[in-house]
């Protein structure tokens, strides 16, 4: 049921509750196509698609797509059944699209590399994607849309257009027009053909490129080959030599050659959008809801003397990080930043924790014809943010000392009278623990600490990453970032592109509100998914730039509509699955009840037995109709969500949160007493009991029978 949240930022949907614990949701998935209607000559520079051969091949590929908490690899519970609505946009709107490109072009950053190629900044284009997909969306907010455009390169330079009549050889140098461009993302080093746009959409451009990079070792690497381009099929020798004409494929005999090869890298391409960034999975599977946020960034130096005083001297700009943060919160949430800049030696346990985070491994590489080995520092996030979690250092005690006011509200100042108001001695003691921690569970949720800890990386040496590739990382619990203050980093991380192998910026704001964004957003990097076939994560690189702080290629901190919506969906996703978790433990409780009590009964002080039978199945009867309320309940909330009004939708879930807690700690309560008085009942399977009658009618009731059949046979053949 909280799967159909997840929906609602995303397209036009219906839901249909499938048991208990699931819900599915049927889903729209846009597709429009810009330039890919023509003919498909590659004598005419086109790629053409046929819009139900691509649809038929997504319905086969991936029909339903359901998202997984990737810490614990447990599935949600909702299932998106999806519909893929593929559209060819106007001649009007791929010509508006063609003549922006055209005009940035002009402008563009411009590099020599073989060929002159042009760096299309995302910003300063994408408000001419973001106002196509609000115009094909039809009317439905934040609608899954997936933009795929094939400009004709000439028309970027102003070269005539038309068929051409020359050898192969020359069409490839004329369809090529000269030039290359891709597109980057506030830096030189991501140059890619697809990217995430400012809304709920991705574009994917299949005739800019060649794009290469992505992890020197891994998946995910983006190569010429991952989405189809006219021009490199036109570079292949193998496709020129089956064609059997001796201008090779120029005419419609390539279609039956080109057209599969097109279908299945184009709705590879569009899946991997669906899986990674318009439904992507979620981070964190506890909920980490709370009405108060406080994100203490706290700078940790190497020693006092250091000239840097200030966040801005350390690359820090805690108000795009705070408006950045505002977008993934809802109207009812708050939240406090607070900063500080402190030695590292004056904190002796966040020292001894970095210290035993800190690992080595050795590898080998070519040296003057020799094998050499070399030692490679790194920090482990996962030990580092353990030992962060268990330390109790005076900064922490500071920082609570200081915001009590704002971290512990009035109504919870007083936990353990609260807890007197709510039990009392007539309660048992099991039953009083459990809803003890509920309570304090519930209190904990009132207000949420996220520390940020920047670690100077002079203290370390510029080599050191986190687990080997970046210098960012993050739990649900906290953010750590490696930063170089007042100079150029020179740390190298373990990537490629077509620039060459990139040297981490260590821009400390965007490293921020990525781990911000993963630690109280639950968001997944768009580069990653998770895999239930490998049990762990998977890499696309596809994705890894556009408008998201993620992944090195991406070189803004800006967050779209899209992952601020994201966040929402993730929290109210997380609730509902702690909402099916208890309805699920409640059920089984109640089935396991009704199955040991109710059952036929025997008690030698009479007819007592039967006041206790009727009894328990009165409690049976009234536990089921208020777990049959609550299920109307979730489906009011349903109701209130396909309106997308994401703040109400959370309002509503945290309700349900409490609502079914508090039902299960009386369903425990309820059959606890119920089992006390049932205990001097008991369960007596008795024999089965036979009458004399019925030991010696139904032996000669067979017996005639079989005796009138032998008459009737012998009658028959007489």
């Known amino acids: ?164 009549d020359q050898p192969v050889r020359n069409i490839v140098e004329t369809c090529d027009a000269g030039f290359n461009y891709t597109y980057r993302a506030g830096n030189d080093v991501g140059l890619s053909c697809s990217w995430v746009g400012s809304g709920s959409y991705v574009v994917i451009d299949l005739s800019a490129g060649p794009c290469d990079y992505g992890p020197l070792s891994g998946s995910g690497v983006v190569s010429a080959d991952t989405l189809p381009s006219l021009i490199r099929f036109l570079k292949k020798p193998q496709l020129n030599k089956m064609c059997k004409t001796d201008r090779g494929c120029t005419g419609k005999l390539q279609l039956q050659i080109i057209r599969p090869l097109v279908l299945g890298l184009l709705s590879s391409s569009i899946t991997s959008a669906v899986e990674h960034v318009l439904i992507p999975d979620i981070a964190f599977e506890e909920p980490a809801f709370a009405k108060r946020v406080l994100v203490p960034v706290l700078v940790l130096r190497e020693k006092q003397s250091s000239k840097h005083a200030s966040l801005d001297k350390f690359g820090i700009d805690l108000a795009a990080v705070k408006k950045e943060m505002r977008k993934m919160l809802s109207g009812g949430q708050e939240l406090v930043m607070t900063s500080g800049i402190h030695n590292l030696h004056d904190h002796p346990l966040i020292s001894v924790a970095l210290r035993k985070a800190l690992k080595e491994v050795t590898g080998s590489s070519m040296c003057f014809q020799r094998n050499c080995s070399s030692v490679q520092r790194f920090l482990s996030s996962r030990d580092l943010l353990t030992q962060l979690q268990h330390t109790h250092d005076l900064l922490a005690e500071g920082l609570l000392t200081e915001h009590r006011d704002f971290l512990v509200p009035e109504y919870l100042q007083d936990v353990t009278g609260g807890l007197g108001s709510l039990l009392h001695e007539s309660v048992p003691l099991a039953v009083r623990n459990k809803l003890e921690m509920h309570w304090k569970k519930m209190a904990a949720q009132g207000a949420r600490v996220v520390p940020v800890y920047v670690f100077d990386m002079s203290v370390l040496g510029d080599e050191v990453l986190f687990d080997q590739e970046s210098s960012v990382s993050w739990g649900s619990s906290a953010v750590l970032v490696l930063h170089s203050p007042g100079r150029e980093s020179s740390t190298k991380i373990p990537y490629f592109s077509t620039c060459g192998v990139i040297s981490d910026s260590n821009d400390a704001t965007q490293h921020i509100v990525a781990g911000l964004a993963g630690a109280l957003g639950s968001i997944v990097p768009p580069h990653l998914r998770f895999s239930h076939i490998h049990n762990d994560k998977e890499a696309d690189y596809l994705w890894a730039t556009g408008f998201h702080p993620f992944s090195p290629f991406s070189g803004t901190y800006e967050l779209s509509r899209h992952f601020s919506q994201l966040a929402l969906r993730n929290s109210i996703l997380s609730q509902m699955q702690s909402v099916f978790i208890i309805l699920d433990e409640t059920e089984k409780d109640i089935q396991e009840f009704s199955e040991e009590h109710l059952h036929p009964i025997h008690d030698d002080e009479g007819d007592h037995h039967l006041d206790s039978s009727v009894a328990a199945q009165t409690t049976v009867t009234e536990l089921k109709n208020k777990l049959s309320k609550l299920h109307k309940d979730i489906q009011s909330f349903l109701d209130t969500v396909k309106l997308n009004r994401l703040s109400r939708a959370l309002d509503d879930v945290l309700r349900l949160v409490s609502v079914s807690s508090h039902l299960q700690v009386q369903c425990h309560h309820e059959l606890t007493e119920a089992r006390v008085r049932m205990a001097c009942c008991r369960k007596v399977y008795y024999p089965l009991h036979v009458s004399w009658t019925e030991l010696v009618g139904v032996p000669l009731a067979l017996a005639g029978f079989i005796l009138l059949v032998v008459w009737f046979v012998s009658a028959c053949f007489s």
């Open 1 to 164: 049921m909280f799967v159909l949240y997840c929906i609602l930022v995303l397209v036009h949907y219906q839901y249909v509750i499938v048991d208990s614990s699931s819900v599915s949701i049927a889903t729209d998935v846009h597709i429009v196509m810009y330039g890919l209607d023509g003919s498909g000559r590659l004598d005419e520079c086109q790629l053409a698609v046929d819009a139900s051969d691509l649809e038929q091949m997504l319905q086969t590929v991936v029909p339903t797509r359901r998202p997984y908490f990737v810490d614990t690899g447990v599935p949600s519970a909702v299932e998106y059944k999806i519909s893929y609505r593929i559209t060819q946009a106007k001649k009007s709107d791929a010509d508006a699209i063609t003549s922006t490109l055209a005009e940035t072009l002009s402008s563009s950053f411009m590099q020599p590399m073989g060929a002159i190629t042009h760096a299309i900044d995302v910003s300063t284009v994408a408000h001419v994607f973001s106002r196509q997909a609000v115009q094909y969306a039809n009317g439905v907010r934040d609608r899954l849309t997936v933009l795929v455009i094939s400009p004709d390169k000439r028309s970027l330079r102003g070269l005539p257009t038309g068929r051409i």
